[in-house]
Every structure is written in structure tokens, then in C-alpha cells.
């Protein structure tokens, strides 16, 4: 029988700990529900890098050259994934990467099954515009996922015709959120972009919520905080009804009425509690195991380079709907959803089919309308 | 802030041998959007190519149709080497990035980038020399001109350049055009 030895390597404890929990927990939910209706062996080797760098490629190592790993789930910050790569591809392995993230990035050595900006971003932003307004207000964490999130935004804000009115990243962990709040308090923005992640994002959406209170102009309904990695998996930690109103873009709810994920939900409940959300990190990551493990089924192996070759030709429902990996970019095609937080849940308020991805963003710049032209004035010398 | 460039129905030309290296480089241009071919023979021509991707472990002189200084694209140079005299060799060619071989998918738009800005930062820079140097070899007619407002309007130097300029401005000429055709006018002459 064909053996699968899959690396799991997320960090469930540190700075953005919940959402490497769901990743893990997605995958996992997947390996047991597999277990005996598939007709491959799957054996989990789970590691737990806390976040940090060089746990991540020691673990990572370690689950190549003396596992057996050939392939590896895995990483949630693309500094992360940017860490591993090098030794996904000394051995010629596959990392199968579920969480969504800035593109610019098509390796050979890695599957993409997170969303990437023409999947996320531009689909949000191009109802957010017309929408909201055209004065946004940018804050990230202070690495390649907030800086390149804040730059396409910025370019897609300003080609609209209209205007950034202020930037400003954190460090990830770092909860000092009171001078954004006062620049977004004095600058009043129509909405307000954050690709922070776990705390700052928190004490953001806090800090949001008490700016809203003192002054309507900053409520939800009229100067609502978007971003494209905040999910289910937070809003307990943040407080039940804090983020009410909030936005976000995500390929999958736990609120999506399908058959695919009455079952997922079904399957989550017996395992951890009717409570328990399912966040687009486990639906993602859950999805992405039956894929690899139908992949891997119809190969007879778990030679990487079969694998991806065979990957082509390989559709399987999911709760995200019917998952295929374009060939040409080793991304997922993914369909886009915009949520409104509502307690503990996001009311879907818009979505699009499956789209194509395009890391490079190279087929459509933007399809918001500008204002009006620009007043080009020019000094002669 | 520069926007984001884009490679998009642009034309790349890779010199050099067909293997794996071409592969990985065919497979990166694809993604970014440009239409690529690889060969293995001397560039007769660049029409219609927007990047030129060359080898430089084994590549020769004559392998690219220009001299150095005349470069009319952006060059990338392939190189595994770390021979002196193939660094040489690509920077000789003009090379404005280098992908190291072999070749990792993440090296290539990130060369494709670095080329493009440097080739138009290298082309801005020798037409803004050209403009400064006909400048400063045309200094003497602004000289020339500036004595002779000093003579036919009886005024100090300050005063004559400021005319000058100002006669520049409104024929919205360059000052030594301005001051060429002053001095070649008889009536500007006689006062």
C-alpha cells in the first residue's frame, strides 16, 4: 500500500498561533477522515515552530532528511515559507502552502493553495471603491505581507483616481496601535485597509470599535477596517461582537451553504464541538490533504515530481468548491468572498467564481473606472 | 513610489545552450508574461526584442550584435562561473543583472526588474551628458551674448544674463539657441 509521510509544519503557539492552529487542525481533520475511505497510508509528521525562523528550517530539515517527508504542509508567514523554500528544494520535495499571501512567487517546489492578490485584494478592492470611497488608510505588519499588500493597494488606489491618506506597519506581536488610531481619527478615511496579523490586528479592532463609539464617523457601516487574513479563527480572541461590521475578503466562510461543507462542519462538530468555527486556514488546509492525497492515489507514489505532473489533470470537490491546480503557476483556482463580521461569523455579503490565479498579476491591471482624468501640467525649461 | 512593472506581451531572447537553465528561464517568462525563445547562436538584430537573457559562462565577442556602450537593451548575464574573466566578459557586454546558475524560479523577476530600470537609468544618464555636453560647448555664444546686451543696453552683466533668460523663456528656447540666434541677427548687432 502506498504510504504518505506528510511534514505538518505550522506554528500553533506564538504571535499568529491561531491561525497555524487551523492549519493544523485542517490538515489533521482531513488525514482522519481519509483514514480507511482512501486507499493510501497517511502518516503525519507534525512540528510546532513557535514562529521562529530557525525552528522552522531545522523542523523542516529534519522531516526531509530524517523522516522521509517528500512532502510538506505548511508555513503561515511567507518570511516562513520564504525560509523553507531552499530546502523544499535541495530535496526536490513539495511544500503545499494553504494560506493567502502577496504573490510575486511561482516556485516549481510549491503548490499554492491560499489565494493570492488577483484572488483577494483586487476582487475587494474594486467593490470597495466604488463602494466606500476612494481615501483609504493603509496599515500592515511590518514584513513582505503588509509592506507588498500596502504597495498593490496603493497602486490600485491611486490608478482609481483616488488617495492614500496615510501608511503606517507594525511589528508582528506589537500592540501600540494608538497613533494609527489618531492619524485614522484625524485623517477620516472612507475605509481603512489592515493586513496586521494576530495581536496588533486585535488591539486595532478594539481600538477601532472605541474610536466608533466616540465618534459615528468611524463606525463599520461608514469607515469599515478590510483585510484579507482576518477569519474565524480570531474573532473569540478579539471578543465576540468587537469587529462587528468589519470586513473581509477570504475564499471560504464557515457560513457558505454547500453540500461540501455541511460535511466538513458536520465531521469538525464530532471532533472539536458544535462551537468550533471552520476558518478559511482549516478549510484550505483540509481541502489541500485531499488533494494531495488524490494526487498521490492516482500516482501510486509520492514522487514529488509525478505528483506534480499528475496534479494537472486532478479536480476534487472541496468545501472551497471543485479544487484544481493550474498547471502553469502550481496555483489553486479560487473563488472570492467578501464577509461582514457578525459575531462569531461572517455574513456573506458578496462572492465570485472560481478565479485563476495570476501571482504576477500580469493579465488586468485594474477595472475600477477612474474619477476623472488627471490635470497634467508640465514645467518648461 | 515606481509602479509595479510589467512584463506583459513583452519579447525575451535567451542565448544560450538548450538545457535545464533554458527550461527553468522559458518557464519564469511564461509566468511573467513574455513571449521567450531560446537560441544558441550569434544575435544578428534585436528588433522586436525587449530583454536579452545571455550566457556567460561560454558566450564569446560577437555573440551580441552591439559594442558595449551602444547597448540597446536590457541584458541579463547567466553565469555558474566565478571566473575573473567571465565576470569581465558580461559586464564587457553591458550586463545590467545577473541570475546565478542554476537557475531558482525566485532570481528571475527580481534580474528581469533590476535590467530594466538599470538600462533606462544608463540610457537617461548618457542623453542627459550629451545635453549638458553641447551645453558646455556652446557656452561661449551665451558669454558672447551677454556682452553684447551689456553693450547695446548699457547694463551690468546680472542685468543682461536676466534678459537673456527671459528672451529664452518667452521664445521657449534653450538659452544658448536663445543666445545663437542673437548673435546672428545684423539689427541685435548693430544695436
Not at chain 1, 496603493?154 to 482609481?160: H, N, P, Q, Y
Not at chain 1, 457558505?256 to 458536520?266: C, G, Q, S
Not at chain 1, 468550533?276 to 482549516?282: L, N
Amino acid at each position: 500500500m502506498t504510504v504518505l509521510r506528510l511534514g505538518i509544519l505550522f506554528s500553533a503557539s506564538g504571535d499568529y498561533g491561531a491561525l497555524g492552529r487551523d492549519c493544523r487542525d485542517g490538515a489533521m481533520t482531513a488525514i482522519e477522515d481519509l483514514r480507511g475511505v482512501c486507499s493510501i497510508v497517511i502518516e503525519p509528521v507534525a512540528g510546532d515552530p513557535a514562529g521562529s525562523s530557525e525552528r522552522y528550517i531545522e523542523l523542516a530539515r529534519r522531516m526531509l532528511q530524517e523522516d522521509g517527508c517528500r512532502h510538506v504542509i505548511g508555513t503561515v508567514t511567507s518570511q516562513a515559507r520564504k525560509d523553507v523554500i531552499p530546502i523544499i528544494e535541495k530535496h526536490d520535495a513539495l511544500l503545499w502552502y494553504v494560506c493567502p499571501y502577496e504573490g510575486f512567487e511561482a516556485n516549481p517546489n510549491v503548490i499554492y493553495t491560499g489565494a493570492c492578490p488577483n484572488q483577494h485584494l483586487r476582487p475587494l478592492f474594486e467593490h470597495m471603491l466604488p463602494a466606500h470611497g476612494r481615501r483609504v488608510y493603509l496599515t500592515g505588519a511590518n514584513y513582505v505581507w503588509g509592506w507588498e499588500m500596502n504597495r498593490l493597494a496603493r497602486e490600485i488606489v491611486v490608478e482609481a483616481g483616488g488617495e492614500i491618506v496615510g501608511e503606517r506597519c507594525l511589528p508582528i506581536g506589537d500592540t501600540d496601535v494608538g497613533r494609527i488610531v489618531a492619524e485614522v481619527a484625524a485623517r477620516r478615511p472612507d475605509f481603512i485597509l489592515s493586513n496586521m496579523l494576530g495581536p496588533s490586528s486585535h488591539a486595532f479592532l478594539r481600538a477601532m470599535r472605541e474610536l466608533g463609539r466616540r465618534d459615528p464617523t468611524f463606525r463599520p457601516e461608514r469607515c469599515p477596517v478590510v483585510s484579507c487574513d482576518l477569519t474565524e479563527c480570531e474573532l473569540p480572541e478579539i471578543g465576540l461582537g468587537v469587529a462587528d461590521g468589519q470586513l473581509a475578503a477570504a475564499s471560504y466562510f464557515d457560513s457558505l451553504d454547500t453540500l461540501a461543507n455541511r460535511v466538513l462542519k458536520a465531521h469538525v462538530a464530532v471532533r472539536f464541538g458544535s462551537d468550533r468555527r471552520v476558518s478559511s486556514y482549516f478549510a484550505t488546509s483540509y481541502a489541500t490533504v485531499c488533494l494531495c492525497a488524490e494526487a498521490v492515489t492516482r500516482c501510486g507514489t509520492d514522487d514529488p515530481v509525478k505528483i506534480r505532473a499528475a496534479l494537472a489533470g486532478v479536480q476534487t470537490p472541496s468545501p472551497l468548491g471543485p479544487l484544481r491546480i493550474d498547471p502553469a503557476t502550481n496555483h489553486a483556482n479560487l473563488p472570492f468572498l467578501l464577509g461582514r463580521i457578525s459575531g462569531g461569523d461572517f455574513v456573506i455579503l458578496q462572492s465570485r467564481p472560481t478565479a485563476v490565479a495570476d501571482p504576477y498579476l500580469i493579465r488586468r491591471r485594474t477595472s475600477v473606472q477612474p474619477l476623472r482624468a488627471e490635470p497634467r501640467l508640465r514645467i518648461v525649461s | 513610489m515606481k509602479a509595479t512593472l510589467s512584463f506583459l506581451g513583452r519579447r525575451a531572447v535567451i542565448v544560450h545552450r538548450p538545457s535545464d537553465t533554458t527550461d527553468r528561464l522559458l518557464r519564469q517568462c511564461a509566468l511573467l508574461g513574455l513571449r521567450a525563445e531560446a537560441r544558441w547562436q550569434p544575435l544578428s538584430a534585436v528588433e522586436g526584442v525587449d530583454i536579452v537573457l545571455v550566457d556567460a559562462d561560454e558566450g564569446w565577442d560577437g555573440l551580441l550584435p552591439w559594442a558595449p556602450s551602444e547597448k540597446p537593451v536590457p541584458l541579463v548575464a547567466l553565469l555558474a562561473s566565478e571566473a575573473p574573466g567571465r565576470i569581465a566578459w558580461a559586464l564587457d557586454q553591458g550586463a545590467d543583472a545577473l541570475i546565478a546558475k542554476p537557475v531558482t524560479a525566485s532570481a528571475v523577476y527580481p534580474a528581469f526588474v533590476m535590467a530594466t530600470r538599470r538600462h533606462a537609468e544608463a540610457r537617461q544618464l548618457s542623453e542627459r551628458i550629451a545635453r549638458l555636453e553641447e551645453r558646455v560647448r556652446l557656452r561661449a555664444l551665451v558669454h558672447a551674448a551677454v556682452r553684447t546686451f551689456m553693450v547695446t543696453d548699457g547694463c551690468g552683466e546680472e542685468e543682461a544674463y536676466g534678459r537673456l533668460r527671459r528672451e529664452a523663456m518667452q521664445t521657449r528656447l534653450t538659452l544658448e539657441q536663445t543666445a545663437a540666434s542673437i548673435l546672428a541677427s545684423p539689427r541685435r548687432q548693430a544695436g
